[in-house]
């Protein structure tokens, strides 16, 4: 008897998330691998979401008003951009270089 | 144009000398260098940390750099900006555009300045007598960069 495939209604996301300057000192790494489970496409903003549910310096940090911004494979991205497995997603801080 | 992140210092008698080579059709040269100050915020600073995004950084630096090529008559452009750990009085970033008259360089270069202060991925972190602070943005940075 022929084996069904294994398939899944919500596919797994596995991104690797860096946390750049003033963020990887208030969480304490420099950064990590998140798989994303869910229904629906995973976005920048999923990931914000799983990470501000961790409370303490991550809803903090991450919270509404504070100026935080995002990129997708080195490339800046808005919250709504749709991530892919294997993607870098990177917080960044307001720069000040120069 | 050339684009380099470096820990290494360097030299602009050099690097304008070799910006300028061959090319009989500059007759302008503009450049800027920004330094590490010793005070900030009325607080004394012992030095700066620079921090980048390897790989985003040089990225957003031919960006800018091309974006003056396409909005400036210029003739070439290089930038330069450290990394690592730097003294008050170091060298932390070189501007310098080519082009065959003063109005464009200048312009040129201010724009790649700019658009640098508020687009690339650099943080400075700065050493104080008592303790160490990431440096906050400045909302002046942010108009500087929308006047173009």
């Not at chain 1, 069904?4 to 950064?31: H, I, Q």
């Not at chain 2, 030095?47 to 390897?54: A, R, S």
């Amino acid at each position: 008897m022929a084996r069904m495939p294994e398939t899944s209604l919500s596919a797994r996301v596995s991104v690797r998330v860096v946390y750049l300057a003033r963020l990887r000192d208030a969480f304490g790494n420099s950064g990590e691998t998140l798989a994303l489970e869910g229904n629906g496409t995973p976005t920048v903003a999923s990931i914000i979401d799983t990470l501000r549910d961790r409370g303490g310096a991550w809803s903090h940090e991450l919270a509404p008003d504070r100026a935080v911004r995002f990129a997708v494979n080195h490339r800046l991205a808005q919250r709504t951009q749709v991530v892919a497995d294997g993607d870098e997603v990177a917080l960044l801080p307001p720069v000040t270089g120069g | 144009m050339t684009v380099r992140v470096q820990a290494a210092d360097f030299d602009i008698g050099a690097e304008i000398a070799q910006l300028r080579e061959g090319d009989r059709s500059v007759g302008a040269i503009a450049s800027f260098i920004g330094t590490v100050r010793d005070v900030n915020d009325a607080s004394t600073i012992t030095g700066l940390t620079l921090e980048h995004y390897p790989g985003m950084t040089e990225a957003a630096l031919e960006e800018i750099v091309a974006e003056a090529r396409r909005r400036f008559d210029i003739l070439d452009a290089l930038v330069i900006h450290r990394i690592g750990a730097l003294a008050p009085g170091d060298q932390i970033v070189l501007v310098a555009v080519t082009s065959a008259h003063r109005g464009t360089a200048f312009e040129a270069c201010e724009f790649v300045m700019d658009w640098l202060k508020t687009r690339a991925p650099f943080w400075k972190k700065e050493r104080l007598p008592d303790g160490e602070r990431w440096v906050e943005a400045r909302a002046s940075d942010d108009e500087a960069a929308q006047r173009w």
